[in-house]
């Protein structure tokens, strides 16, 4: 997949993720929480689907 996430989208998606991740298995925010993998993975994958959908690009390196 083309790399299509910036430095900053990627961090705030990971953390996010993490966050999410952490208040379910914690029991904070119930079984919803786990949806955090979703942006946990386009993170560190550094490509997420809906932005090639939408053509949004906020990786500096990769635009054309």
């Given amino acids: 997949m083309k790399r299509n996430v ?14 999410l991740i ?3 298995l914690m029991g904070y925010i119930g079984w919803w ?6 942006p ?3 993170g560190l994958m550094s490509s ?4 090639s959908l ?4 906020t990786c500096p390196v990769d635009k054309k």
């Fill in 6 to 19: 910036g430095t900053i989208d990627r961090i705030i998606r990971i953390v996010l993720g993490i966050a």
């Fill in 22 to 24: 952490a208040g379910a």
């Fill in 33 to 38: 929480g786990w949806i955090g993998v979703v």
């Fill in 40 to 42: 946990l993975a386009t």
């Fill in 48 to 51: 997420c689907l809906l932005y």
């Fill in 54 to 57: 939408l053509g949004i690009n």
